[in-house]
């Protein structure tokens, strides 16, 4: 009797979670807004970079994407980050990074709960 009663118990938790509605894969249109103005452009003349940024991913003073940048690159020195107008500016040195990209996958993460910035290339 009192497997039944435990089986029954089971049987309507997980009957329960399988007939549970899925939330709607909707964004507001405010977020959408967000992500179409976000953006950035990165200059290399290693050591040394430039990311200019816009929109508001870079709303923190680039504190995000120094976080990222730590992440991905390894060691980020010389750090600054200034506004001029609606534009963000990040300079930095990586004398060591930990690949190629790393730069593009910070901003990338770094960008990503507002909007991810894709196809962002550091052109020397």
């Not at 504190?63 to 690159?73: H, K, P, T």
């Amino acid at each position: 009797m009192r497997l039944n009663i435990l089986a029954t118990i089971l049987f309507s938790a997980i009957a329960l979670t399988v007939a549970a509605p899925t939330p709607e894969a909707s964004e507001p249109s405010e977020l959408l807004d967000k992500r179409e103005a976000n953006g950035a452009s990165c200059h290399k003349s290693s050591p040394a970079y430039t990311v200019t940024t816009w929109g508001s991913w870079d709303d923190d003073w680039g504190i995000g994407f120094l976080d990222n940048l730590r992440g991905q690159c390894g060691a980020v020195e010389n750090w600054g980050f200034s506004y001029s107008g609606s534009s963000g500016q990040a300079t930095f040195r990586l004398y060591k990074p930990a690949s190629s990209n790393c730069v593009e996958n910070a901003i990338w993460l770094a960008s990503n709960p507002t909007g991810a910035i894709w196809g962002v290339t550091c052109t020397s």
